[in-house]
Structures are given as C-alpha cells and as structure tokens.
C-alpha cells in the first residue's frame, strides 16, 4: 500500500480523546482507521440508499414476477 504524508490541524481535545481510546497506537494507524471507518459508513450508506427502493413498493403490490410479499415468505420458509 502506498503511503501519503499529510500535515494538518485537528480539534485537540478530540484527538486527545481519540488517542485515549487507542493507547499505544500512533497517530497514522489511528487515522488510517478513522478514514477506514468514514469510507465504511459511507459505503453503508450507499447500500441502504439502494433498499430504498423496496421502502417505496408496498410488499402485496404484485409485479410481474409475483409480489415481495409472497417471495419473502417463500425464501423464509425454504
């Protein structure tokens, strides 16, 4: 993996927070694992963005394949 050295200011008090948090861990893993954190929420968030779409059909409007209704049942008692 390659590496990129970034310099900045960060609010103290949260970082003092953060580190508290993960003794013994340096500065890098501590960001690595913030940014890992960010990108995975955000990629959960994409991914509930895309269920939404069952939100806005109801489960008994059939379709042309049945309804969701009736393949949730199914899938649930097979």
Do not use: C, H
């Not at 913030?34 to 509930?48: F, K, M, P, T, Y």
């Amino acid at each position: 993996m390659t590496r990129a050295r970034i310099s900045t200011t960060v609010d103290g008090q949260l970082l003092n927070e953060a580190r508290s948090l993960r003794k013994g861990v340096n500065d890098a893993t501590l960001f690595d694992e913030a940014l890992v954190a960010l990108l995975n929420r955000n990629r959960d968030a994409q991914i509930d963005a895309a269920y939404a779409a069952y939100d806005a059909t109801p489960l008994d409007e059939l379709d042309d394949w049945g309804s969701l209704g009736a393949f949730r049942n199914a899938a649930g008692a097979s």
